[in-house]
């Protein structure tokens, strides 16, 4: 019996998909069937690739770029994406930022920065994509990429942290208010994952080797980590799951200690 495709037909959005985990869970959906709408800030050759791939990988799309910051782009988007393929059935809200700075240096505008493309973005992203399935009477999927930092406190990381912990709650809520109109919420909690916004501490031998004990598969996750655990809850196969966070940690959570 030939294989079906987990999400044949379906069209899915991934924002911040021109590298890193985006671009794996646009690819990983790719695989599986879905057409894929590549967003990130620019429509440059890092998000053309990202298209490339998803082609590479049997499916198509789009790119549409907007900055999720900005609340009437991130409308815009949702339109652009519906204009360009018909339709939306999977959000995955992965555009995210951090910035290191101790509390008493934090600027408004560092602060501003992080809040509004990691919770503002994903939450008016989110409310323009769910009025899109309400007006068509369809349910959906909503996978944000969040963080164990959702959970684990990350000093010098506050803003990070604070808009981790106001995904993580978002979540929890939008799974109980949408939930009659068949639309699924959940959380992607990665750990730590050998993409470029860890670039320092990939150059750094001994906060890796202090990191890596604290992991007690004793080695940083992968973007396909992360990308197998969004096909599933965007899949039919986690059709009974909303409101949960899976984290993809390698058990970090278990006792992590700040070095």
């Not at 959906?29 to 894929?36: N, P, S, T, V």
């Not at 990350?154 to 912990?165: D, L, M, V």
């Not at 004793?218 to 980590?225: E, M």
């Amino acid at each position: 019996m030939e294989k079906v495709a987990r999400l044949q037909g379906k069209i899915a959005l991934v924002t911040g998909a021109a590298r890193g985990i985006g671009r794996a869970v646009a690819v990983r959906l790719a695989q599986e069937g879905a057409k894929i709408v590549v967003n990130d800030l620019h429509d440059d050759d890092r998000a053309a690739q990202t298209l490339a791939d998803v082609r590479a990988a049997g499916s198509d799309g789009c790119i549409v770029a907007a900055d999720v910051s900005e609340t009437q782009a991130g409308r815009r988007l949702i339109e652009e994406a519906i204009t360009h393929m018909g339709r939306i059935d999977v959000l995955v809200n992965n555009a995210g930022v951090e910035h290191n700075a101790s509390f008493l240096d934090v600027t408004e505008e560092d602060y501003d920065r992080v809040l509004d493309i990691n919770l503002k973005g994903a939450f008016f992203v989110t409310q323009a994509f769910v009025s899109h399935l309400r007006d068509s009477q369809r349910g959906g999927r909503i996978v944000n990429i969040s963080s164990v930092h959702e959970e684990l406190p990350f000093p010098h990381f506050t803003s990070y942290c604070a808009s981790k912990g106001g995904m993580k709650m978002m979540m929890r809520n939008l799974a109980i208010e949408l939930a009659p109109l068949g639309i699924t919420v959940n959380n992607v909690a990665p750990g730590a994952i050998g993409t470029s916004i860890n670039d320092r501490l990939l150059h750094d031998p001994a906060k890796l080797t202090a990191l890596l004990g604290n992991i007690p598969l004793k080695r940083l996750g992968k973007p396909l980590d992360v990308a197998n655990a969004v096909l599933f809850l965007a899949s039919d196969e986690a059709d009974y799951v909303t409101g949960s966070t899976l984290y993809v940690d390698g058990g970090l959570l278990w006792n992590y200690a700040e070095q």
